[in-house]
């Protein structure tokens, strides 16, 4: 099965949300990259997500349920740079982009996920981004800004900014949008 609902609720997402849509336009001439299904231990937690989005973000959330098991899933990081626990409860998938289950050039789109009671520690990337929260909270830091997101919340980083983030008694569900230059080069942890 593809994910082609998953793509089109995010589409319909994109386009009812400002923040979203004036963030990055939605790519054209989107085409299947064809990706094979790639499960990790968070493909089950996402599968059995039980939090609730709201009215605007339940539709992706039910569509990102029920396709977790045909995605990509993937891991940035090593078990040295985040430990066990941290892998075994955290995972990704691009949906859109260079590599994602859709291709496209101008941006990525990646549908992510982190358990509760989890530190993901300062890193930073070229490409702008965009979290916008679909379920669960989580407390977003940079050196700007420290606050707590809950559902239908974004947080912008800009490029290279470092940032970091902690999930408490909730597991988090996010979009996050990437775009600008960069797209291609994934985020790593800064030199401690
Ligand atoms: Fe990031």
């Given at each position: ?23 990055v336009d ?81 941006l990525r ?84």
């Amino acid at each position: 099965m593809s994910l082609v609902k998953v793509l089109e609720v995010v589409k319909d997402l994109h386009s009812a949300n400002p923040s979203l849509s004036s963030f990055v336009d939605w790519p054209k001439n989107l085409t299947s990259n064809e990706k094979s299904n790639v499960n990790i231990p968070a493909t089950d937690l996402v599968k059995h997500f039980e939090l609730k989005g709201s009215q605007h973000t339940q539709p992706l959330v039910s569509a990102v349920k029920e396709h977790a098991q045909f995605a990509n899933w993937q891991r940035t990081y090593t078990e040295d740079e985040v430990g066990l626990d941290f892998l075994n409860r955290y995972g990704y998938y691009e949906l859109i982009g260079t590599n994602g289950h859709f291709h496209s050039d101008d941006l990525r789109a990646f549908i992510a996920y982190w358990g509760e009671g989890l530190t993901y520690d300062w890193h930073s990337h070229e490409a702008e981004e965009l979290y916008f929260l679909l379920a669960g909270s989580a407390l977003f830091k940079t050196e700007r800004i420290e606050k707590i997101l809950k559902t239908n919340d974004s947080c912008y980083h800009r490029s290279w900014e470092s940032h970091s983030m902690v999930t408490f008694s909730d597991p988090v569900l996010t979009l996050v949008l990437w775009r600008g230059n960069g797209l291609e080069i994934l985020s790593t942890m800064d030199k401690k």
